[in-house]
DNA sequence: TTAGGGTTAG
C-alpha cells in the first residue's frame, strides 16, 4: 500500500505537469480505493490534498470518507465531516445516510438511528432497498426483529419491493429469536407474492428449526427445497448434516454425506468435521481417522478449529495417545490451541496421571498439564 | 466501472 500510495502520488504529480488538474472523480477513485483497505491514514491525506489544492469536495468525496470513517466505529469522526459537509451548503443523499446510520447500528447508538433516519425523511431523501436491507439486517442482528419487521412493512408501504434478500434476512432475525413459525409465515408468504426462495432462503429455515430441535420440521423444509428443484450449496448440506446427527439420525446422515457428489458438490472441511466428530463420539475411531486421512487425499485441508475440535472429542472419550496424534497436527502447522482444548488437557492432569500423559503429549503441552497438577 | 448494503454451516 505504501508503494502505491507513492504511485499516486506520482500520478497526480504527473497530471499536474501535463496541465491537467486532478478532479473530483480522480479523488474520488482514489479515497475509495484506500477506504476498502481501511487506511484510514491516507485517506484523510488525499482529503486534505485536495482541499488544499482548492478543490472543495463534493457529495461523493464526503460519502467516501464519512463510510470510512463508520466502518471503522470512528462515529464521531463521522459526523464532523457530515456537519462539514452541511455547513459548506452541499446537500446529503442516500449514499451519506446509508453508511452514518448502519455506524451506529453497528455500535448499538439506536437513538442516534432513530435521528438520523428521522432527519433523513426531513430532508426528503428517500430510503432504496440497501438502506432498508442494511439497517433491517442490524437490527435483526441485535434480536430486534419487531423492529426490523416494522421496517420491512414500512417499506413495502413506501412503494420499496422486497427482494428475496430481504426475506432472507427478515427470516433470519426470527430464527435467530427462536419464533420459527413467524419465519415459515415469511416464506410461504414470498412465495404468494411470486419470489423464488434461494438455497439460502431453505438452509437459514432448516438451520434455525435445526437449533430448536425441530428436526422433523427441518426435514419438510429439505423436502420443500428439492420439490422447488433449489440446488443445495456445500452449506445447505452442513446444516442439514449437522441437524440430523444433533437429532441422532446418523444413518441419514451418512446418506446425505454420500449424496454430496451426486450433486456436483465436494465435502468441505466442515463436513467432514462434522462426520469426524460423530464418528469419534459414538467410538469409531478406526473409521473417523481413515476419513481423516480420506479427506486430506481429496485435498480438504484441516483447519485449526477442525483439528482442535477433534483433539477436543478424542479427550472428552479419553483417547489420550489420539488426541497426542492430533496435537502434533496443530503443532506441526504452527496453529493455536483455542482455550477450551487447553482446558480440557488442565482438567486431564487434575485426575494424577500428569506424568504418564506427558509421555503421550508433545512436549509443547506439557506445561497444560502442569498446571492441573497444582 | 466515482459514492452506500446484505443472508446460511463446525
Request: charged fraction near 20%; glycine fraction near 10%.
Amino acid at each position: 500500500m505504501e508503494q502505491s500510495f507513492h504511485e499516486m502520488h506520482c500520478l497526480i504529480d504527473l497530471m499536474v505537469g501535463n496541465g491537467i488538474a486532478p478532479n473530483h472523480f480522480v479523488y474520488n477513485i482514489l479515497i475509495s480505493a484506500y477506504a476498502q483497505e481501511e487506511t484510514v491514514g491516507e485517506v484523510m491525506h488525499i482529503f486534505t490534498k485536495m482541499q488544499q489544492e482548492g478543490l472543495n469536495p463534493d457529495v461523493a468525496n464526503y460519502g467516501a470518507v464519512i463510510n470510512l470513517l463508520s466502518s471503522i466505529g470512528r462515529m464521531d469522526d463521522a459526523m464532523s465531516q457530515y456537519n462539514q459537509m452541511i455547513t459548506e451548503g452541499l446537500l446529503p443523499g442516500i449514499i451519506v445516510f446509508t453508511p452514518l446510520i448502519s455506524g451506529f447500528c453497528s455500535c448499538g447508538k439506536w437513538e442516534k438511528v432513530d435521528e438520523l433516519f428521522s432527519e433523513m425523511l426531513d430532508r426528503g431523501i428517500c430510503p432504496d432497498t440497501v438502506f432498508f436491507n442494511t439497517v433491517m439486517d442490524h437490527l435483526c442482528k441485535n434480536g430486534r426483529v419487531i423492529e426490523a419487521q416494522d421496517l420491512f412493512d414500512l417499506m413495502v408501504n413506501m412503494g420499496v419491493k422486497p427482494f428475496v434478500r430481504d426475506y432472507n434476512t427478515l427470516i433470519h432475525g426470527y430464527c435467530l429469536v427462536g419464533k420459527m413459525d413467524e419465519g415459515r409465515k415469511l416464506l410461504d408468504n414470498m412465495c404468494s407474492i411470486g419470489l423464488k426462495p434461494d438455497d439460502f432462503t431453505y438452509s437459514i429455515l432448516i438451520d434455525g428449526y435445526s437449533m430448536k430441535g425441530r428436526i422433523g420440521d427441518a426435514l419438510i423444509v429439505v423436502r420443500e427445497m428439492l420439490d422447488g428443484k433449489v440446488k443445495p450449496s456445500i452449506i445447505t448440506f452442513n446444516i442439514m448434516i449437522g441437524a440430523l446427527l444433533k437429532g441422532g439420525r446418523k444413518e441419514e446422515a451418512k446418506d446425505l454425506f454420500d449424496g454430496i457428489w451426486a450433486n456436483g458438490l465436494v465435502p468441505d472441511v466442515i463436513t467432514y468435521s462434522l462426520m469426524i466428530q460423530k464418528l469419534i463420539e459414538e467410538g469409531s475411531l478406526q473409521e473417523s481417522d481413515d476419513l481423516f486421512l480420506s479427506m486430506e487425499k481429496n485435498g480438504c485441508v484441516a483447519d485449526s478449529h477442525m483439528l482442535n475440535a477433534i483433539v477436543r472429542s478424542l479427550l472428552r472419550k479419553g483417547e489420550v495417545p489420539r488426541a497426542g496424534t492430533y496435537l502434533s497436527k496443530i503443532d506441526e502447522r504452527v496453529f493455536t490451541l483455542e482455550a477450551s482444548t487447553a482446558g480440557l488437557l488442565t482438567a486431564l492432569a487434575s485426575g494424577g496421571k500428569c506424568q504418564e500423559y506427558k509421555g503421550l503429549l508433545p512436549e509443547k503441552y506439557h506445561s497444560f498439564l502442569e498446571q492441573g497438577t497444582d
